[in-house]
């Protein structure tokens, strides 16, 4: 019969650089805390994410014994500056639709358990994190991430993925504490650009960039959009400023070379000219939370991003794509980018097009020639 040892040896070959073991208790501390804060993840079980059920493994798989938690590196490799810039590192080379690299390994490890008699299912709404602190794999930081004991140099780039399994696994110590040097006066809290932490480890997903990007459901409202930077999809921030993560962010890496084709398809132009058929042939591959519906906010994230850019550069994309859109919500913020931008060239077309406008496009083009120079000034 396998033991541990055995499934950790499995593991190692297929790519997992650490794994543990918990029981299948219930997750009875995040229970009670979905329950406190239902207004700020109510979001996630409208859209289908049954996070309560997650909390219990038997809803999972009925019979569960123990879980094996399987820490994965997704930042292994460098990635091109041009998308660190933009987009979330963990959409980078993520290959959760084409099942290419991590769904294999996965897979493979689960068909030898099921050849050894293991039943197994990989939930995606389970407290993966909260799972790999109790199977002893590392701490949190006070952003609410996870910190691997010795992937990644001890950094927060990993993803723990759970296997629910109907055999019994000695469970390992928990590390269920924030692993947090004493003398880092909460950079990560200080560094939240849109206030979405709002104390050590305590997170309004609401306000979370990763979430406005891809789940917020109406055009990112003014005062978040000038914050929200140069994001496109995802946000790497409260990461990046966290010293726990210096060791790493300090390795000379080899260039990711899926990341690096992805470069030219990832443009801000690119992205802000695309159709349905450019949206599934080159995008939705590698960032998936949105569908086609979402197309339009695709755009007004990277009509955003050109906005927070300053560059004029982008002044005749934007005038261009202002002609040829056909969503108000993408028009709008394209309206709001021209003005974040301003100057002449910017002034002109949104002077141009404030004669045919309506509600809510004129409310935003009226708002952005507020704020941009007048014609000849600059
Ligand atoms: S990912 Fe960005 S917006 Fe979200 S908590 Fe971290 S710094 Fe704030
Ligand atoms: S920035 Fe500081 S407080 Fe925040 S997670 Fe990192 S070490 Fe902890």
Redesign the pocket.
Known sequence: MVGKREVIEKARECGFEDTGFTTAAPFDSQRSLLDQRREEYGWAIRSGLDLIAGTDPQTILPGAKSIIVLVDAYFREAFPPSLERHFGRCYLDDDRMTGTRLGKRVKALRVYLRENGIDSKVPFHLPHRLAAARAGLGTF???C?F?SRKVAAGG?WVTPIVLVVDREFEPDEPTLE?G??DW??????A?CPTGALKG?RHLDPRRCISYLTYFGEELTPRELRAPMGLCVYGCDR?QN?????APWLARELTMNRKAEGMVEDFRLENLLHMDKAYFTAKIWQHMFYMSDAGLWRWKANAARAMGNTLDEKYVSELARAFRENGDERTSAMIAWALGRIGGPAAKQVLEAALPGSSSPVREEILAALEGTPATGEC
């Open positions: 930081g006070k952003n991430l910190y927060s924030v947090c040097p880092c006066r909460n950079a990560c809290i560094a050590p409260c400023v966290c010293p726990r993560n």
